[in-house]
């Protein structure tokens, strides 16, 4: 049986002139129109509404005086309908409503009434509710890149973001970035971490990665944990992270809240919202590259990287045009893919259930402790070689993509691995291998429809917890590295080769396309790291059952 809610006010106040009964309990704000007919009536719209205190923005007081309403901040506002009698109290709500695909937006409700006692306790109980939620923050420090996506970051924080932490109450340290590189280097080294409840990135997925190279290095720092060495066990980074996308896949953002939305997105911050996210580790020959949250891809998605970088000035078109460009180039990229397969976890690739709000498959997995429970040790990784758990591959690919999230994005809403999870300390490892261009046309085209993306027979998929690639001139050259001056000039003829295609010569390498930043050592050693990072998110909300008709918003 349901427990009563305990409630800590309960009032008659009045909604847009009409009397309603007003409850407050911790975890409820419900307000319900008192009706004279007890008759249903079906065409009248809802008169019961309730808002969860977690998803109150704040609470503003105002109160109304010969004509005009005084406002919070001390300044006098006309109120152009007087409600009732002559002087009455009110107080606003500001609270998260839901709106289609995953959109939230910030509505309010205006209480009043004539007791200005009554109007008070309803305040301040309000607010005594809001600060015991101890999740949420109260100072942030914020970067924005001017330069990502359509070059709109400022104005979409200033415009979009700002009024609503400060509505809140949260404030900020802004940083707009002066050049690459600036936020990272920031965070390692000249900001002042323990001031703040968590840091926010205006920008797209390499803005992103900025702030998490930042933190996670200064976290390993600060902790003594050496982020070089590959089998080091990170430690995980305290501060959350929010992102306003402002760039131009930022599929980080999507495939965490569901839609890219600068307003959803800050009011998840304001919430106090938290998801864990697992992050690979990158390196070659035991030094340490890069990290990745969303996609790690060479051939295709290295190309297309590479080949966008050129374009920047179309903006986010400039994915399209080299998509097309790299599709009909058709370049393929021999070598071994070596793998650890993620034993012991709930949940495969090719699952129907997805990763959502709560996802049950992230908790269970996220407790096993990957480096203890799995039968392996990272610094035993030879032996457990030798004990035949590690499976290799070698071939010929157009594609080898790494998705630690299902890298849902707006042109591809199920993205490329649609059933990888967030925080369960594994990555989706798909290999593409050579096949016509009508075939690899069909594979792309599983991105954008509802059919398995892994049902084709050049298509092969593993959730893995480590891989490696070595491309396969590393190995003829007795598996020693190429040293530079070799590397330098396969690289130099790929180019030529991929810029004249008609040649009919395929180049050596590709790079890898590391959340978007270009990565140029082909061979590398990929290491899932199990939650090591969280955002200011809940991963991607279910529909819920019974949407609220009267909400315009919603329908
Ligand atoms: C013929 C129909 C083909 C349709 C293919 C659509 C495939 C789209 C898959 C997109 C996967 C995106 C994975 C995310 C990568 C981002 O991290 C990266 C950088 O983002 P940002 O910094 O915000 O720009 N974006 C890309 O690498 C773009 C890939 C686009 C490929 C067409
Ligand atoms: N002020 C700046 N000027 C130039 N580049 C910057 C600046 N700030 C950040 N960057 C870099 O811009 C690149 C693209 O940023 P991102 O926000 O991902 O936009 P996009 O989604 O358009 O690629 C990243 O590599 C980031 O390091
Ligand atoms: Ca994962």
């Known amino acids: 049986m349901e427990r ?101 937006r910030c ?65 900020t340290d802004v940083i707009v970035t002066e050049h690459a590189n600036h936020a990272r280097d920031h965070l390692r080294t000249g900001a002042e971490l323990k001031k703040f409840d968590g840091v926010v990135c205006v920008g797209g997925d390499g803005m992103f990665s900025e702030i998490v190279h930042g933190l996670i290095w200064r976290t390993q720092v600060d902790g003594s944990a050496d982020p070089n060495c590959p089998d080091e066990t990170l430690l995980p980074c305290s501060l959350r992270i929010g992102i306003i996308p402002a760039g131009s896949t930022d599929c980080i953002c999507f495939a965490t809240v569901g839609t890219n939305d600068p307003v959803t997105s800050a009011l998840h911050i304001i919430v106090g919202d938290s998801q864990p996210m697992d992050v690979c580790s990158v390196h070659h020959n035991n030094t340490f590259l890069r990290y990745s949250v969303s996609l790690l891809g060479y051939g295709f998605y290295g190309d297309v990287l590479t080949d966008s970088e050129r374009k920047r000035w179309m903006g986010p078109a400039r ?73 290799t591959i070698r071939g010929k690919f157009l594609a080898i993509n790494a998705a630690s999230m299902s890298c849902a994005c707006p042109r591809s809403p199920k993205g490329l691995s649609p059933a990888a999870h967030l925080a369960d300390g594994t990555t989706d490892l798909i290999l593409v291998r050579k096949c016509s261009r009508f075939n690899f046309l069909r594979h792309l085209l599983r991105h954008t429809s509802k059919d398995d993306q892994f049902d084709l027979t050049f298509v092969e998929v593993h959730r893995v917890r480590r891989f490696r690639f070595t491309p396969r001139h590393c190995q003829s050259d007795s598996d020693l590295e190429l040293d530079l001056q070799e590397y330098g000039k396969r690289q130099i003829f790929s180019q030529i080769c991929r810029d004249h295609p008609a040649c009919g010569c395929a180049p050596a390498y590709s790079s890898w396309n590391c959340d978007g930043e270009i990565l140029t050592h082909a061979a590398i050693d990929v290491r899932a790291h199990c939650q090591l990072i969280k955002l200011f998110a809940r991963g991607i909300e279910e529909p819920a059952v019974f949407e609220d008709l009267t909400n315009p918003c919603a329908i």
């Open 107 to 171: 509505a309010e409700v205006t209480f009043s009434c004539s007791d200005e006692a009554l109007c008070q306790r309803w305040v301040s109980s309000i607010r005594e509710q809001l600060a015991a939620i101890t999740s949420r923050p109260k100072h942030l420090l914020v970067y924005i890149n001017p330069y990502g996506g359509k070059r709109q970051g400022k104005s979409i924080y200033e415009q979009k973001v700002s009024p609503l932490f400060a509505e809140a109450g949260i404030s």
């Open 319 to 391: 994915y399209d045009l080299s998509g097309l460009k790299m599709f009909l180039t058709h370049h393929y990229y021999e070598g071994t893919v070596s793998y650890l397969p993620a034993r012991g976890i709930v949940g495969t690739p090719r699952d129907a259930t997805r990763c959502r709000s709560g996802c049950v498959v992230c908790q269970h997995n996220g407790q096993l402790r990957p480096e203890t429970s799995d039968g392996y040790e990272m610094d035993d990784a030879s032996e457990s070689e030798s004990d035949g758990e590690w499976k």
């Open 4 to 104: 009563p809610r305990r409630l800590l006010l309960l009032s008659e106040l009045r909604v847009r002139n009409a009397a309603h009964d007003v409850s407050l309990s911790r975890s409820l704000l419900t307000w319900k129109r008192r009706t004279s007919s007890p008759v249903y009536h079906p065409f009248r719209p809802s008169v019961y509404h309730s808002v969860s205190v977690s998803e109150i923005i704040s609470v503003r007081e105002e109160e109304e005086e010969y004509g005009s309403r005084r406002r919070d901040d001390g300044s006098w506002k006309k109120i152009k309908e007087r409600e009732g009698k002559d002087c009455r109290q009110t107080f606003t709500v500001l609270y998260v409503e839901r709106c289609r695909q995953h959109r939230w």
